[in-house]
Structures are given as structure tokens and as C-alpha cells.
């Protein structure tokens, strides 16, 4: 099943999703990852359309969705964006389904937002809950990997192309990964 393509204004921002099944029946929104479009969902989306109408919007700054200005990448603004998108298209309490960065929306819309969705599904998206018991296991040598592994991710390859300038700002530095660290319990990286 081809989805159909479409686009709509939310603020200044020319928004592109696709959509595949009926009118009518209850709503699913996928929400892709970084680095990521729309048309990642083009394997599942179908099979999702038999029980589901299944829309799955190009984030800001990817795909077929406008560039934002700088400073406008925030999860806040995606959450704007997709409040934008459910109260545009009024469906009745969707459901949430999210791959890493969109895991991140999902949830910050989940928590912060109306009509809550009727479901929330999050993949691959490594966030730990206060005392949820998530805990990492002490592994000897472990800082001292990471000590000598930062060294060579600070020379990282320059961005590509095709990210915004104000996103090329956002990739961790060593002193960001080792603040991190010490945030984590046991303070390893």
C-alpha cells in the first residue's frame, strides 16, 4: 500500500506526513528517530493500516519538513509540533508510537500534553526513570575506556551537509560526556 503524501502549516513551519489506512479508524502516529523521515515506517505502516490510520510526520528538519531556525531543536518545539499536528487533524486520542528521538516526544507530549493518547509506545529509547531499578553494572576499566575514546570522538568527522548549522553545535563534547557520566549512578561513563 502506497501512503498518500501531505502537508500542513503549523506556524511558520510547512509540515509533511504521510498517511495510509481508512478514515474512521483509530489513530496512530509514528514518530521516527534522528537522522530519520517519514517514510522509515514504509515496511510496517501498511500492515499497521488494517486495524489503524496510521500518520507519520517528517520531524522538523527532516525529510520533507521545513528547517527550523536556530535554537528551534529543542523537544519542546518537536511537542509543539506535534500538538500542532493532533490539534490540526483532530484524531480522537491517538496512539504514540515512537522510535528513539521520537520515544523522547512521545513521552514529553505523554506527560506535558492534551488529550493524553491512548496508548504510548516507546522503542529504543534509553531514558531511566528515578527509581525505576534501572541500574548499569559496575564493569572494571570501564572510565578508563571512556577516558581514551573521548579524545578520538572530539575529532569526529565533520557534520554532514545537511544538518543545520545550530544542530552541528549540539554533538556532546568530552566535558558534556563527562558531566554526563557524573550524573549516572556510579558516575562512570
Known amino acids: 500500500m502506497t501512503p498518500t503524501r501531505h502537508f500542513i502549516r503549523l506556524g511558520r513551519l510547512s509540515v509533511h506526513y504521510l498517511a495510509w489506512g481508512q478514515l474512521g479508524r ?28 496510521v500518520l507519520a510526520p517528517d520531524l522538523r528538519g527532516h525529510g520533507d519538513t521545513d528547517w527550523a531556525g536556530p535554537g528551534a531543536y529543542e523537544i519542546d518545539d518537536y511537542v509543539a509540533d506535534l500538538h500542532g499536528l493532533i490539534t490540526a487533524l483532530d484524531p480522537d486520542r491517538p496512539v504514540l508510537l515512537g522510535h528513539s528521538l521520537g520515544g523522547f516526544i512521545a513521552l514529553a507530549y505523554t506527560l506535558t500534553r492534551t488529550p493524553r493518547p491512548r496508548a504510548l509506545i516507546v522503542v529504543e529509547q ?9 541500574t548499569r553494572p559496575e564493569l572494571p576499566g570501564r ?25 552541528q553545535a549540539q554533538r556532546p563534547s568530552r566535558a558534556g560526556r563527562a558531566a554526563q557520566a557524573e550524573e549516572r549512578p556510579g558516575g562512570t561513563a
Request: a positive charge.
Open 26 to 53: 483509530p489513530p496512530l502516529i509514528l514518530l521516527h528517530g534522528g537522522a530519520a523521515h517519514a517514510h522509515w515506517w514504509d515496511h510496517i505502516a501498511p500492515v499497521l493500516s488494517h486495524r489503524y490510520r
Open 126 to 134: 534509553p531514558f531511566h526513570a528515578p527509581g525505576a531499578g534501572a
Open 143 to 167: 572510565r578508563r575506556v571512556a577516558e581514551a575514546v573521548s579524545p578520538a570522538a572530539d575529532r569526529q568527522p565533520p557534520p554532514a551537509r545537511a544538518v543545520p548549522g545550530d544542530c
